[in-house]
């Protein structure tokens, strides 16, 4: 193992106090790392992130004349006791009709909003009412698919099935003509879509119907960060120390239940080494790992020494964790009508009740939901689609002329225009090569329950008998009720400083919200 790294900054004292690494510098680990250092016990305390950057999965970038969020893009229920809204309010990162009593009451169910136009790939725009009825009904069984956690035996292993068969049943009785109904079932398929991106999967088949319920919406209408929300991670690093985070250092393998001692530190024994790509080592007494599920499952048979119990390694293998991509498009001038926010694109040769097959090269693109209206920017206008599962995987291999052309060719089709002016440039996230992090967050997967992850967040070891809490576990995948959002993630990292803390300290006074 290569030389021991602990030194510099932040008045350490060798032997004093606990030393805790952070492993990852997205926002459970920035929280976890502000709860933390404002604790005498840990002033040994350091984090370590594997790219360049801090904020993990919430990434905002300068282009096209504005803010583009590569990453999280809204705040999910954006009410009191929502973490990220309340710091978020506190900092003023956000509008004043984000902010008021109407929005934070509002019950949207969790579901996305109605689009503003509907494209149908045959040219024509679809009927506002067919819409609304197409939406409701969706909805509807989508509520209906949350309901099996509270006990009934859910009859099918998937939401996805679930809801076809229940579409089924309803299509049987429906009288329109063949060409309503087909745009009817070809509508359903986008909203299937739709849900696979919100669940960050490839098909709502592989999404567990009896734990689906499990995930608590709160009330408040989404809402987004004019400055981006990378705002939000900003201001927790500003209130850190400057040589806190140790950037561009990826972790090779956490070595725990060991007996690790360093030059520095005479005498003194520590359960954990950090062992890093780049063979530096660190040892310390506890270490929160928050680094993302599908970095976990690429490593999950290298990445701790000695290897996870078996209940946990099987936890992070059968949770679920997708792809949910977004492809930003920049126009000379916009083609679509004043104070419109969302272009849904329906193919009408799609049904939910009909599997095509066919490559993914040919088709990929069908997979995008629509896209959404950025606030524009001086005369930039901006549209953003959204796209999920292995279409969005294989739609990172292409190349940006492709995806360009390939959007301009879909963009003319449904909008019946075959000289609407190509887009000037294409920029897009690619969240499955990224290799730290590997997909975009995660659900809960057929053959998996809210189970798993209480099991991949619990510490190690889970005897009881060695060192208590030498690894813990935060990150939104590892919060039950709010995985894959940031205020799940920002959660989970308070959680597990708060473990620490209360081992240090059992009178401590936690602040809340404890959600």
């Given at each position: 193992?290569g ?11 060798p ?15 920035l ?5 933390l ?29 504005g ?27 956000l ?22 136009v ?8 679809v ?15 989508i ?11 859910a ?42 991106c ?11 119907l ?11 209408l ?12 900003n201001?927790?690093?500003a ?15 956490i ?8 030059a ?6 520590f ?6 790509e780049?063979?530096g080592c ?8 928050t ?30 964790f997708g ?60 549209l953003c ?41 294409v ?9 730290y ?14 189970e ?30 709010f995985?894959?959002t ?25 602040p809340?919200?404890?959600?």
């Amino acid at each position: 193992m290569g030389a021991m790294e602990w030194s510099g900054g932040q008045a350490e004292r060798p032997g004093r106090g606990r030393r805790v690494l952070v492993v990852g510098g997205g926002i459970a680990g920035l929280g976890a790392a502000q709860r933390l250092r404002a604790h005498p016990a840990f002033s040994q305390l350091r984090v370590l992130e594997a790219t360049a950057r801090a904020g993990g999965r919430i990434r905002s970038e300068r282009g096209f004349g504005g803010v583009l969020e590569l990453g999280a893009h809204w705040i999910h229920g954006p009410s009191r006791g929502n973490p990220v809204f309340e710091l978020a309010a506190e900092h003023r990162l956000l509008r004043e009709k984000d902010l008021s009593e109407e929005n934070q009451r509002m019950e949207t169910g969790g579901h996305v909003g109605l689009p503003s136009v509907t494209y149908a790939s045959s040219g024509v725009s679809v009927s506002r009412e067919l819409v609304v009825e197409t939406a409701s009904l969706f909805h509807s069984l989508i509520d209906q698919a949350r309901e099996f956690v509270r006990g009934a035996a859910a009859p099918a292993p998937s939401v996805g099935e679930y809801v076809r068969g229940a579409l089924r049943a309803l299509a049987a009785g429906w009288t329109d003509r063949e060409d309503a109904r087909r745009l009817r079932l070809a509508l359903m398929h986008n909203f299937l879509n739709v849900e696979c991106c919100v669940s960050g999967t490839h098909s709502m088949d592989l999404v567990a119907l009896a734990p689906f319920g499990e995930y608590t919406v709160l009330p408040g209408l989404d809402c987004t960060f004019p400055g981006g929300y990378q705002g939000l991670t900003n201001h927790i690093m500003a209130s850190l120390p400057e040589d806190m985070i140790i950037f561009n250092k990826p972790v090779k393998t956490i070595h725990w239940n060991g007996s690790f001692q360093e030059a520095a530190s005479p005498g003194e024994t520590f359960p954990v080494l950090v062992e890093c790509e780049d063979g530096g080592c660190f040892p310390a007494h506890h270490v929160i790992v928050t680094v993302p599920l599908g970095f976990l499952k690429e490593h999950v048979d290298t990445f701790f020494e000695p290897p996870l119990p078996t209940e946990k390694a099987d936890a992070i293998r059968k949770l679920g964790f997708g792809t949910n991509n977004k492809i930003f498009l920049e126009f000379e001038e916009p083609f679509w009508e004043p104070g419109c926010q969302h272009i849904q694109v329906v193919w009408e040769d799609m049904s939910p009740l009909e599997d095509v097959a066919s490559q993914l090269q040919d088709v990929w693109f069908k997979k995008l939901i629509g896209f959404w209206v950025l606030p524009s920017f001086e005369s930039v206008h901006v549209l953003c689609g959204f796209i999920a599962g292995l279409e969005s995987e294989f739609m990172e291999t292409l190349t940006d002329e492709e995806v360009l052309l390939s959007l301009t060719q879909v963009l003319r089709r449904v909008t019946g225009n075959a000289r609407l002016p190509a887009p000037r440039s294409v920029l897009r996230s690619r969240w499955h090569s990224a290799p730290y992090t590997r997909g975009s967050y995660s659900y809960v997967a057929v053959g998996s329950t809210g189970e798993d992850i209480d099991r991949l967040a619990r510490p190690l070891p889970e005897d009881g008998t060695e060192a208590q809490l030498q690894i813990l576990f935060a990150g939104e995948a590892t919060h039950r009720t709010f995985y894959s959002t940031t205020h799940g993630a920002l959660l989970s990292g308070w959680r597990e400083a708060d473990r620490l803390i209360a081992l240090q300290d059992p009178q401590a006074q936690l602040p809340g919200p404890q959600l």
